[in-house]
């Protein structure tokens, strides 16, 4: 059997273009390795009508609905390798063949290695104020960025707290309620926002071809899409953190849906 879409991930981005595709009655395999980029968040902030909703449930409900499409199939694995054409390998030894591919595998947040950020990760350590600020609002906040974009999102964060300070060096620790400074200083603190460098998580978009963008600030390699989500691989479209865009769940719901009716465009109205 040749599927008419594999989407690859299964997060916000790609539940939302299995949606898409399945009410479209398309052929449609959700592969998903099960580790969303936001499963260490408290809840997810700013999605409306889920707003504060635990990661977890928001996922659970979205492979419920997609249950009732008789086309599609969710299927816990991970891809470890894809040839163009396109037959993707699992890592279980099996392969599946595919006419038309979303990449949704999100990516990797690469922070500074403090001891205690990673326990606090998605909480009380975060790289979004939007999606975080409203929990930590009104406490002492601190921001860890060496960019030059530091005092921008410093002042930034002032939006949620009048007590916002701009780090020069990284802190020897992150407590629950307290940061030990680079010079052993103990202050008292509600939240740390930290500069990340997005990654992809696997080399499956260039064992297809895919090509990357240059790295910035934010992303190391996000994948380069058209206004139709579209690769430079025809067949291959992106969503979601992949296409390095400033990550949400929000914009990946949004994302994920462009992605599969451009997809849904290109198997009915082949040029």
């Given at each position: 059997?040749?599927?008419?879409?594999?989407?690859?991930?299964?997060?916000?981005?790609?539940?939302?273009?299995?949606?898409?595709?399945?009410?479209?009655?398309?052929?449609?395999?959700?592969?998903?390795?099960?580790?969303?980029?936001?499963?260490?968040?408290?809840?997810?902030?700013?999605?409306?009508?889920?707003?504060?909703?635990?990661?977890?449930?928001?996922?659970?409900?979205?492979?419920?609905?997609?249950?009732?499409?008789?086309?599609?199939?969710?299927?816990?694995?991970?891809?470890?390798?894809?040839?163009?054409?396109?037959?993707?390998?699992?890592?279980?030894?099996?392969?599946?063949?595919?006419?038309?591919?979303?990449?949704?595998?999100?990516?990797?947040?690469?922070?500074?290695?403090?001891?205690?950020?990673?326990?606090?990760?998605?909480?009380?350590?975060?790289?979004?104020?939007?999606?975080?600020?409203?929990?930590?609002?009104?406490?002492?906040?601190?921001?860890?960025?060496?960019?030059?974009?530091?005092?921008?999102?410093?002042?930034?964060?002032?939006?949620?707290?009048?007590?916002?300070?701009?780090?020069?060096?990284?802190?020897?620790?992150?407590?629950?309620?307290?940061?030990?400074?680079?010079?052993?200083?103990?202050?008292?603190?509600?939240?740390?926002?930290?500069?990340?460098?997005?990654?992809?998580?696997?080399?499956?978009?260039?064992?297809?071809?895919?090509?990357?963008?240059?790295?910035?600030?934010?992303?190391?390699d996000g994948l380069v899409i058209d206004e139709r989500h579209a690769t430079n691989v025809p067949g291959v479209f992106a969503a979601g953190d992949l296409t390095g865009k400033p990550p949400s769940v929000a914009a990946a719901v949004a994302s994920?849906?462009?992605?599969?009716?451009?997809?849904?465009?290109?198997?009915?109205?082949?040029?």
């Amino acid at each position: 059997m040749t599927w008419d879409c594999i989407v690859v991930g299964g997060g916000a981005a790609g539940l939302s273009a299995a949606l898409v595709l399945g009410r479209a009655r398309r052929r449609t395999l959700i592969i998903d390795k099960g580790e969303p980029s936001n499963r260490f968040a408290h809840g997810i902030g700013g999605l409306l009508g889920q707003d504060g909703r635990a990661p977890q449930d928001f996922y659970a409900d979205g492979r419920a609905e997609l249950a009732k499409y008789p086309t599609v199939e969710y299927r816990r694995g991970e891809v470890t390798d894809g040839e163009p054409g396109f037959t993707l390998t699992l890592a279980d030894g099996t392969s599946e063949a595919t006419t038309s591919i979303i990449l949704a595998t999100g990516m990797d947040y690469v922070y500074p290695d403090v001891p205690g950020l990673q326990e606090r990760w998605g909480r009380t350590a975060f790289h979004c104020p939007f999606c975080h600020g409203w929990e930590v609002r009104d406490r002492p906040l601190f921001v860890l960025d060496p960019s030059e974009h530091g005092p921008m999102r410093a002042q930034l964060l002032s939006a949620w707290s009048d007590d916002v300070t701009l780090l020069d060096a990284p802190p020897q620790e992150l407590r629950d309620d307290e940061i030990v400074l680079a010079d052993g200083t103990t202050r008292p603190c509600g939240g740390l926002l930290v500069g990340v460098q997005l990654a992809q998580r696997d080399g499956l978009a260039a064992k297809l071809g895919v090509t990357a963008q240059e790295p910035n600030p934010m992303f190391k390699d996000g994948l380069v899409i058209d206004e139709r989500h579209a690769t430079n691989v025809p067949g291959v479209f992106a969503a979601g953190d992949l296409t390095g865009k400033p990550p949400s769940v929000a914009a990946a719901v949004a994302s994920g849906s462009m992605a599969a009716a451009m997809a849904v465009h290109a198997l009915v109205l082949p040029h």
